[in-house]
């Protein structure tokens, strides 16, 4: 049961090529009556998989007790994912999983593979505010294990955080930036900034500006930015207001951002001008 995956630690740390130069939502509720029953594997946490040299992953956690971890490794060259589920006494499951091509269908990250004792697994998460007490979970988790179904939340976790951790904090001042620079089509970075938001954007034309709002959300001041200005994160990834573009749309492949309902927030856009297999993470 060794899976693997090609390229998928060069897809955790992209940057937009194309911005500098030119399915319902998953329930957070709490996972069905017998959900403990996928915690059938238990090993001592020493046998738990190797996840020290992991950069990239998520960490998951349901209502019912139960947590996890999904952590993208490299061993021997190649990548991996290692799933880890925690019942509430702490017993864990191990897993290996793979991507699901064609990646980010529907907009979502799903994966799949077995468990060390052999038994199916399938992971999906679904980019949006999931609510969980105490934490500010990134995505809705969906995983099966041999047919038993849990929901929750998870967290993308990584060396570096992507700005798009805070997407939620920063959608006022997004939204009033872009009623203010309509030119603008997506967003290529927010972040605190004076009290304020600092807003990034840009168009297919390689028009740049810089937007700032004050704390009570209304725009302060916009300028034109120059092509050799850029931040240290920036379009990694791009974010695009309220429409789902299809993926290969100015050389991105598209996560859906979503309500627990289903409504559509917008659109992260990781860049794979870097060559197939890129933006995995």
Same mark, same amino acid.
């Given at each position: 049961?060794?899976? *693997?995956?090609?390229?998928?630690? @060069?897809?955790?740390?992209?940057?937009?090529?194309?911005?500098?130069?030119?399915?319902?939502?998953?329930? @957070?509720?709490?996972?069905?009556?017998?959900?403990?029953? *996928?915690?059938? &594997?238990?090993?001592?946490?020493?046998?738990?998989?190797?996840?020290?040299?992991?950069?990239?992953?998520?960490?998951?956690?349901?209502?019912?007790?139960?947590?996890?971890?999904?952590?993208?490794?490299?061993? +021997?060259?190649?990548?991996?994912?290692?799933?880890?589920?925690?019942?509430?006494?702490? @017993?864990? %499951?191990?897993?290996?999983?793979?991507?699901?091509?064609?990646?980010?269908?529907? +907009?979502?990250?799903?994966?799949?593979?077995?468990?060390?004792?052999?038994?199916?697994?399938?992971?999906?998460?679904?980019?949006?505010?999931?609510?969980?007490?105490? @934490?500010?979970?990134?995505? &809705?988790?969906?995983?099966?294990?041999?047919?038993?179904?849990?929901?929750?939340?998870?967290?993308?976790?990584?060396?570096?955080?992507?700005?798009?951790? +805070?997407?939620?904090?920063?959608? %006022?001042?997004?939204?009033?930036?872009?009623?203010?620079?309509?030119?603008?089509?997506?967003?290529?970075? *927010?972040?605190?900034?004076?009290?304020?938001?600092?807003?990034?954007?840009?168009?297919?034309?390689?028009?740049?500006?810089?937007?700032?709002?004050?704390?009570?959300?209304?725009?302060?001041?916009?300028?034109?930015?120059?092509?050799?200005?850029?931040?240290?994160?920036?379009?990694?990834?791009?974010?695009?207001?309220?429409?789902?573009?299809?993926?290969?749309?100015?050389?991105?492949?598209?996560?859906?951002?979503?309500?627990?309902?289903?409504?559509?927030?917008?659109?992260?856009?990781?860049?794979?001008?870097?060559?197939?297999?890129?933006?995995?993470?």
């Amino acid at each position: 049961m060794k899976h *693997a995956i090609v390229a998928i630690v @060069a897809g955790l740390a992209v940057t937009a090529c194309a911005t500098t130069s030119s399915q319902p939502g998953i329930s @957070a509720a709490a996972p069905p009556p017998g959900a403990s029953a *996928a915690f059938d &594997y238990a090993p001592s946490r020493n046998e738990a998989p190797r996840i020290a040299s992991s950069r990239f992953g998520y960490d998951l956690a349901g209502e019912n007790g139960w947590s996890g971890e999904m952590r993208f490794i490299e061993e +021997g060259g190649e990548a991996l994912i290692v799933l880890t589920l925690y019942d509430a006494d702490g @017993a864990p %499951t191990a897993a290996e999983l793979t991507v699901d091509m064609p990646y980010l269908s529907q +907009g979502v990250r799903r994966f799949s593979g077995e468990t060390n004792a052999g038994q199916p697994v399938r992971v999906s998460l679904q980019a949006g505010p999931c609510e969980q007490s105490g @934490a500010r979970p990134t995505h &809705y988790a969906s995983i099966d294990v041999n047919g038993t179904a849990m929901s929750g939340c998870a967290t993308e976790t990584a060396q570096n955080d992507r700005w798009s951790l +805070g997407l939620m904090d920063f959608l %006022t001042a997004i939204d009033a930036c872009l009623m203010e620079v309509p030119e603008a089509d997506h967003v290529t970075i *927010a972040q605190p900034s004076g009290g304020g938001v600092g807003v990034r954007l840009s168009n297919r034309n390689g028009e740049r500006w810089e937007c700032n709002t004050r704390a009570n959300g209304r725009v302060n001041a916009v300028r034109t930015l120059d092509p050799s200005d850029a931040l240290l994160g920036e379009g990694d990834p791009i974010f695009v207001r309220s429409v789902m573009p299809q993926n290969g749309v100015g050389c991105y492949a598209y996560e859906a951002v979503r309500h627990g309902d289903g409504r559509l927030i917008g659109a992260f856009g990781y860049d794979t001008c870097i060559g197939p297999g890129g933006a995995i993470g």
